[in-house]
């Protein structure tokens, strides 16, 4: 639900990749605890001020079903974050996505706003952070919708590797890091050490109740 009324980006649809194995942290890291809910919620909530439309792109959607948001399955099982992506785009009403992660809580809407103002005329637009492009903080038009399929059907994983295929306007790192000075909308919770780093160091986004799912999540947890 939207609690601001500043205007949604239109011709986007807000899109969380959640069909990983989540095997370095070795539970669900979209389901971890976080600001009174769980990860999935805040960048589900986060692209819903942004957004029109979110799209959750899961293998998986018994798991999210308290999210109340239209869900879509891979149209390539087993490929990877690509294959994500290409359902995501895929499934979209709008021309263009915006695609994010299920695992990264720090996102800026300043710096999506900046991104999704340059689709026009570009089929990715990607930011750079410290350790190069971030194509799962991008923006991808209609258009690499087939480069993505052809990348898909000749068992290329690697999401760059359409890129040759289409205009990609890439956002350089200062003008990412005048918005978003740490990077902090790449970082990523991969594995319980760097969850517990960040419970350690943000110990008030975790203080309200759990918003748990439902029953069989709770008694699943202990
Ligand atoms: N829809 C979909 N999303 C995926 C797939 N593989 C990874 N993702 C998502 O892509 C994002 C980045 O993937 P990773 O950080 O490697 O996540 P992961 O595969 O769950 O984690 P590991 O098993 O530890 O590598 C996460 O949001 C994943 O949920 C897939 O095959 N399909």
Do not use: W
């Amino acid at each position: 639900m939207r609690t601001n009324n500043t205007p949604t980006i239109p011709g986007v649809t807000g899109v969380i990749l959640a069909g990983g194995l989540s095997s370095r942290m070795g539970s669900n890291k979209a389901l971890l605890p976080y600001k009174g809910g769980r990860f999935i919620e805040a960048i589900h909530r986060q692209l819903s001020e942004l957004f029109d439309e979110v799209l959750l792109v899961t293998n998986q959607p018994d798991q999210y079903a308290f999210l109340g948001c239209r869900m879509v399955a891979d149209l390539h099982p087993g490929m990877g974050a690509l294959a994500g992506l290409h359902s995501g785009l895929h499934h979209a009403a709008t021309p263009h996505i915006f695609a994010v992660a299920c695992d990264m809580p720090y996102l800026n809407n300043t710096l999506i706003r900046r991104l999704a103002a340059l689709r026009g005329h570009n089929d990715v637009v990607i930011p750079q952070g410290e350790m190069g492009v971030e194509p799962l903080h991008a923006m991808y038009a209609k258009e690499c919708l087939g480069p993505m399929e052809n990348a898909l059907q000749s068992g290329r994983r690697r999401i760059i590797s359409f890129f040759p295929e289409v205009r990609v306007n890439t956002f350089s790192r200062s003008v990412v890091a005048a918005i978003d000075p740490d990077f902090n909308s790449f970082r990523n919770i991969n594995t319980p050490e760097e969850y517990f780093d960040m419970r350690r160091n943000e110990p008030h986004t975790l203080q309200s109740p759990l918003a748990l799912p439902d029953r069989q999540q709770r008694s699943s947890e202990g």
